[in-house]
């Protein structure tokens, strides 16, 4: 569930924050998003919005009958699921 924030309390930010805080430089702090992002799988749907985001929001334009489709490789990331 989603928690509503009133304030923001930089104090503890810089104290708790697991990511950027007192004693954390930018080298350190890239090297370790990077180790993590690498350990993450490839979210569910990067490759549909990957592709509507480089159109600037727009879907692919629909083919003659009328259906817009955007591609989905199946077997480029690991194996096909079906």
Known sequence: MFRVVKEVDFGRQRR????????????ELVATREKRDASLP????????????IRGGRLPDADECGTAFLKVPLNRFGPAVL
Do not use: K
């Open 42 to 53: 490839l979210p569910d749907l990067m490759l549909t919005a990957l592709q509507v985001n």
């Open 16 to 27: 708790d924050n697991i990511h950027v805080h007192d004693g954390i430089d930018e080298a």
